[in-house]
């Protein structure tokens, strides 16, 4: 069997749980991680390319005679990195730039859901600010979105008409995401329970991932504001086998199909962001990728070797592929940087993550890290995602908190009710 060489696109805890999993694969010789972090480095070689910088990447790829690409991140999937590759014949596992229109444009999602009749919240598209005022002008509430990508920070949830107007101002006039603010979706607030669906496809078939359930603000009980994401657990109780068979009927299966009918087959992970009213799923948004901090507990829990599923979702053999989970749980609970998500430190001494190395099916993955003078420190907001099997979920969560507690750096911060509400 010929070994084949993978570069991984991202420098994210995703990137590194995805590194530590295709690392495993009997198919793979050696990993390269782009430009990746202190975490991934003790797995793979680091490349000093930033995950945008697409020429770069395809020529290393060329160069190396890189076997298959791994995309973690948006940006360059909605840049058109798959096409990209796929023009110079380099493998990569990621969708197209048509596809990952599906989180590359808010409002082009809304569109095609509506047409196929996808259960989403109410919403109006406006290109101007005068549509936006006119359209709100009865409105006390509601979720203002900018259209395009605004790194996880372009959906406003306001609770007066103040709040709606300011946010429209935010978006539109004061343009504080640039270009993606050129169109926004004024959304009705739907009231839930979320949880995260994600799924292997391969423009034809998809298989669904073990849910997972990602906690978003900053504080304890769900309180402060929107992140990146503070920590993820699955499986997830609240989806039971019946309704994940509702979201694989009346959201997964319509979409990849409607994808494939208008000539833009979707190919790689598309994530299902649900909110569960009254039992009933609503999607709230696509993405085009893996979650982050979702992969961290998803890849814990996958048994089957991840190059073989990508190959054959490129190949467009998903369906005769067997994937095997793990029956246990899994938690990851994030540590952030003091300040984290307003303006933090970075630079901090990152101490205890050789005791942690010794604790049995517990593994740090570096979200941001990076190593100075023989030390690990903190490079960003996200800095580690703390991540542990357990028989169950609590006993996934109690083994990542014991972790947690071994781990420090100055000013570190991070969310004590991981999974404890478990929906
Ligand atoms: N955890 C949310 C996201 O990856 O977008």
């Known amino acids: 069997m010929v070994k084949m060489k993978v570069l991984v696109v991202g420098s994210g805890g995703r990137e590194h749980a995805l590194v530590w999993k295709i690392a495993q694969s009997p ?198 504001q929107n992140t990146g994401g503070m920590g993820a657990y699955s499986p997830v109780p609240l989806i039971t ?17 409607e994808m494939g009918k208008r000539g833009t087959p979707y190919v790689g992970v598309l994530y299902v962001g649900i909110m569960i009213v009254k039992g009933k799923p609503f999607v709230l948004e696509f993405n085009c990728r893996f979650g982050d901090p979702e992969a961290q507990v998803v890849l814990l829990r996958l048994e089957s070797d991840l190059v073989e599923i990508m190959l054959s979702c490129i190949e467009k053999k998903l369906s005769g592929q067997k994937i095997v989970w793990s029956k246990k749980a899994a938690t990851c609970v994030v540590l952030a940087s003091g300040g984290y998500p307003e303006k933090f430190d970075k630079g901090k001494k990152i101490s205890g993550l050789e005791e942690v190395k010794k604790m049995k099916e517990t593994i740090v993955f570096h979200s941001a890290t990076k190593s100075e003078n023989s030390a690990i420190v903190s490079n960003s907001g996200r800095v580690l995602g703390v991540t542990a099997l357990g028989k169950t979920v609590k006993e996934s969560i109690q083994k990542a908190y014991k972790a947690v507690s071994k781990i420090s750096f100055e000013k570190m911060h991070y969310r004590k009710d991981i999974g404890k509400k478990m929906a």
């Open 27 to 224: 198919l793979v010789e050696k990993v390269f991680c782009a430009p990746g972090n202190a975490g991934t480095a003790e797995l793979a070689q680091n490349v000093d390319i930033a995950a945008e910088e697409i020429e770069k990447l395809a020529f290393f790829a060329q160069m190396e005679g890189i076997g298959l690409t791994v995309v973690g991140p948006e940006a360059p999937l909605v840049e058109g990195i798959a096409d990209e590759f796929q023009k110079k014949r380099l493998r990569v596992f990621g969708p197209s730039k048509a596809a990952a229109l599906l989180e590359g444009s808010k409002a082009f999602a809304k569109e095609l859901m509506k047409s196929i009749g996808v259960p989403t919240p109410k919403f109006q598209i406006v290109e101007n600010i005068e549509d936006a005022i006119e359209a709100v002008s009865k409105k006390q509430k509601a979720v203002v979105k900018a259209h395009g990508l605004a790194e996880g920070k372009g959906v406003f949830v306001c609770k007066s008409q103040q709040e709606i107007l300011d946010a429209i101002s935010k978006i539109m006039q004061q343009k504080i995401f640039g270009h993606a603010g050129d169109k926004i979706i004024i959304e009705e607030i739907v009231d839930g329970k979320e949880a995260s669906i994600l799924a292997f496809c391969d423009g034809e078939n998809y298989q669904l991932m073990p849910p997972a359930q990602d906690h978003k603000r900053v504080f304890d009980g769900n309180r402060g």
């Open 241 to 257: 086998t019946k309704l994940l068979k509702e979201i694989e009927d009346t959201i997964v299966k319509p979409i990849i199909s």
